[in-house]
């Protein structure tokens, strides 16, 4: 069982002994089905699903006319399933709602983790840094030796592969699993689901029966 959702933030709520505990409130669905691939048409079995339709005049004509052969409007996030083996059991056009999520235990998130921009070694890669004083001057945050002949011999002093540098962080897939499904709200299609997930609050998400998903 699969849905795609988005974020819409966290609080806090009370669990059966009384204890407070955190939990991230997910919309998850209602998902169409946009299209469903079999063996015989397309080599291999799948689901695609969307979620959220958006305006035809922000949307490219062929999505458009994708989402129309399903008698669906066009959506905003889509992502498709393989099956491996099992034949697909819905058709195009069919509603996927929190309603499966009835009896599930666990479920796995994968979102989309905050951008932090270009970062430098000690924020990126938690680097201690020179010492504050005993004569380091103005190099306190700097990421110290990077390319020296020593760390590598025999291959040259260029910058080895897998250096930890400054970069580009956040803003990469980030899959977390085993969450509690503390409740489902099938009439506004939420998900109340224990600890955080990637993503800032109205990012998307995809939700995933865990596992140790039914008991």
Known sequence: MMLLGKKIGMTQVYD??????????????????????TTQSDGYNAVQ???????????????????KKAGAMAKRFVREWRLNDKQPQCKPGDAITVAGFEGVKTVDVVGT???????????????????????????HRAPGSQSGHGTDRGHGGNIKKGKRMSGHMGHSTVTTKNHKLISVDAENNLLVIKGAIAGPNGGYVIVKAGKSAVG
């Open 16 to 37: 059966e002994n009384g204890r407070i505990c955190p939990v991230t409130v997910v919309q998850a669905g209602p998902c169409t089905v946009l299209q469903v691939k």
């Open 49 to 67: 699903m969307g979620f959220e339709d958006v305006k035809p005049s922000r949307v490219k004509k062929p999505a458009e006319g994708h989402a």
């Open 113 to 139: 983790s905050k951008g932090k921009g270009f970062a430098g070694t000690m924020k990126r890669h938690a680097f201690g840094g020179f010492p504050a004083s005993h004569g380091t001057e103005r190099k």
